[in-house]
């Protein structure tokens, strides 16, 4: 089998001025999703094809579309899909994901929570507290992890309420 981890990615031929003149440009345009793709893959390779990998890097990624490209080439490598919704758009990748962290910031309490009653499924009449139920379930939650209720952020609890 020939060994490919010692065959460069390119070789760059030419007046050595020139060469030189351009060897900083190609290597930036390809050492950034070289690098995240053989990330991306060393993560594919260590979890095995069975387990999904969700990239969610878009904050943390450098330049003004390294999270658009780091997206793009964490796919390549092979995880699922991306938290990224343009690139998922521009380049086909699965979305998945969970609320954005400014959103779960920006609640206090439940009294900030607009729609609290939610219809219930299945067509049927009336109204349920969602606020209420889901106050109810914390409370079951904290008690089975033997924490109090007043331990947790109200503001989170009604930013998922309201999400």
Same mark, same amino acid.
């Given at each position: 089998?020939?060994d490919l981890t010692q065959e460069p990615?390119?070789? #760059?031929?030419?007046?050595?001025? #020139?060469? /030189?003149?351009?060897? =900083? =440009? +190609?290597?930036?345009?390809?050492?950034?999703?070289?690098?995240?793709? $053989?990330?991306?893959?060393?993560?594919?390779?260590?979890?095995?094809?069975?387990?999904?990998?969700?990239?969610?890097? +878009?904050?943390?990624? /450098?330049?003004?579309? &390294?999270?658009?490209?780091?997206?793009?080439?964490?796919?390549?490598? &092979? *995880?699922?899909? $991306?938290?990224?919704?343009?690139?998922?758009?521009? *380049?086909?990748?699965?979305?998945?994901? =969970?609320?954005?962290?400014?959103?779960?910031?920006?609640? $206090?309490? $439940?009294?900030?929570? +607009?729609?609290?009653?939610? %219809?219930?499924?299945?067509?049927?009449?009336?109204?349920?507290?969602?606020?209420?139920?889901?106050?109810?379930?914390?409370?079951? #939650?904290?008690?089975?992890? %033997?924490? =109090?209720?007043q331990s947790t952020n109200p503001g989170?609890?009604?930013? *998922?309420?309201?999400?």
């Amino acid at each position: 089998m020939y060994d490919l981890t010692q065959e460069p990615l390119m070789k #760059v031929r030419g007046p050595l001025l #020139v060469v /030189q003149l351009l060897e =900083t =440009t +190609l290597l930036c345009l390809v050492n950034y999703g070289s690098l995240v793709a $053989t990330n991306a893959a060393r993560f594919r390779l260590a979890v095995g094809p069975e387990k999904k990998l969700l990239e969610m890097g +878009l904050r943390r990624a /450098q330049g003004p579309d &390294g999270g658009l490209s780091a997206s793009r080439y964490s796919y390549i490598g &092979g *995880f699922d899909c $991306t938290s990224n919704v343009l690139a998922g758009r521009r *380049f086909g990748i699965p979305v998945a994901g =969970t609320v954005a962290h400014s959103y779960v910031a920006s609640f $206090t309490s $439940t009294d900030e929570v +607009l729609d609290q009653a939610l %219809q219930p499924a299945g067509g049927r009449n009336g109204h349920v507290d969602f606020v209420s139920v889901s106050q109810s379930w914390l409370r079951k #939650v904290c008690h089975l992890l %033997q924490i =109090t209720s007043q331990s947790t952020n109200p503001g989170e609890l009604a930013a *998922f309420v309201s999400y």
